[in-house]
């Protein structure tokens, strides 16, 4: 029974054309990225940044899925309606961060593990009881000197696995999201080989756990050199080398694959995403398309800046993004296209 509904709920989250936007951000970097347009960090203001979004005319064409906070999910709009309410009645599936955060890990400089096990049974059947049909969790991996360690990925990915079996076992999809950084001057090689050894780690204690891969969703970066690095490869260099990885670490079983952003530029994320549909299309066993935050929130976050009249404006360049993403899905982006709906939402 769980398991129609795992299934269910991870084809609805992959529907064709759509993705997920990730609203999640914890309080401290939302706050952060209101702090750098210099809007209030109060709960106020998130709880009016959400607003937006959730409310934002036509959502639901592009978006198969929206991941709420803590806060967040318990967050209504003015007017008293339920953010998860609003979602819900757009078609669209609520899912809620559920980790808490990456914290150092012990006897490894430089590197993190993602806590948040203790109490998740109970916090996932709580979620669950109000809506919310799907989790993610984030587990961080730094490219460096030396670094990722055995000791980083492993631990990660068993707790990215024990993640995924409770979330199962309470019918809610897991997001699994091992993310490299973009942090470093790493090669688009190097990514690749880290992504490689991430991503077979991660499968494997999926498996270990018993986790019915046909009911999650793998949320993995793009395959990428490094923001530092001096060669920056291009876009179907990037499309390659990703889709290729992909193909070889992840199951055909795995219902879909859906990219952070990372902190790629909107419209670059968008022509990557699209470059990989376009050029795999016929030969992917899953969905692939898109779960990003910044790449979707961004633009809109800046003209917004906290002020009521702006609402409108915001609500278009947030749909104009979504709708860029939704035709990257389809290997159909077009950045001249970008361009001039970026255009029109400015007036
Ligand atoms: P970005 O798309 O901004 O990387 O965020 C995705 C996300 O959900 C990180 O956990």
Redesign the pocket.
């Known amino acids: 029974m769980k398991a129609l509904e795992l299934v269910d709920t991870a084809r609805r989250m992959m529907m064709a054309g759509k993705g997920l936007l ?1 609203m ?1 951000e914890s309080n401290p970097t939302c706050n952060q990225r209101f702090a750098a347009l210099g809007i209030p960090q109060t709960e106020e203001a998130r709880r009016a940044w959400r607003e937006l979004i959730v409310t934002t005319p036509g959502l639901a064409d592009s978006i198969s899925g929206a ?1 709420l906070y803590d806060e967040t999910i318990h967050q209504s709009c003015a007017d008293g309606t339920p953010f998860v309410k609003v979602l819900t009645e757009a078609g669209i599936v609520v899912g809620v961060k559920v980790d808490t955060g990456a914290k150092a890990l012990a006897g490894h400089a430089g590197e993190k593990v993602t806590e948040g096990l203790d109490g998740l049974r109970e916090r996932l059947q709580a979620y669950a009881a109000i809506g919310a049909r799907f989790a ?1 969790w ?1 587990a961080v991996i730094a490219i460096g000197a030396g670094l990722p360690s055995v000791a980083c990925i492993t631990a990660n990915a068993h707790a990215l696995a024990r993640y995924a079996a409770l979330c199962q076992e309470a019918g809610l999809v897991p997001v699994v ?1 091992p ?1 490299v950084l973009m942090t470093g001057d790493h090669t688009l090689q190097r990514c690749a080989e880290v992504g490689a050894q991430v991503l077979h780690e991660v499968f494997e204690q999926l498996h270990v756990q018993g986790v019915l891969l046909e009911g999650i969703v793998l ?1 993995p970066n793009m395959l990428l050199p490094g923001l530092a690095c001096s060669h920056q490869d291009g876009l179907d260099e990037v499309a390659d080398a990703t889709v290729t990885g992909l193909l070889r670490a992840v199951p055909a079983a795995v219902a879909g694959v859906a990219f ?4 790629q530029s909107a419209e670059l994320a968008s022509a990557r995403l699209s470059a990989m549909n376009q050029r795999f299309k016929s030969q992917l066993p899953w969905a692939l398309t898109f ?5 979707i929130q961004q633009p809109a976050l800046e003209i917004w800046r906290g002020e009521p009249g702006n609402v409108a404006q915001a609500q278009r360049a947030l749909q104009h993004r979504a709708a860029c993403n939704s035709d990257a899905r389809q290997g159909e982006y077009l950045a001249a296209m970008d361009d001039l709906g970026k255009s029109s939402v400015l007036g």
């Open positions: 990730a999640d991941i993610k984030r999201e993310e949320k952070l952003s990372g902190g779960s990003f935050a910044r790449a």
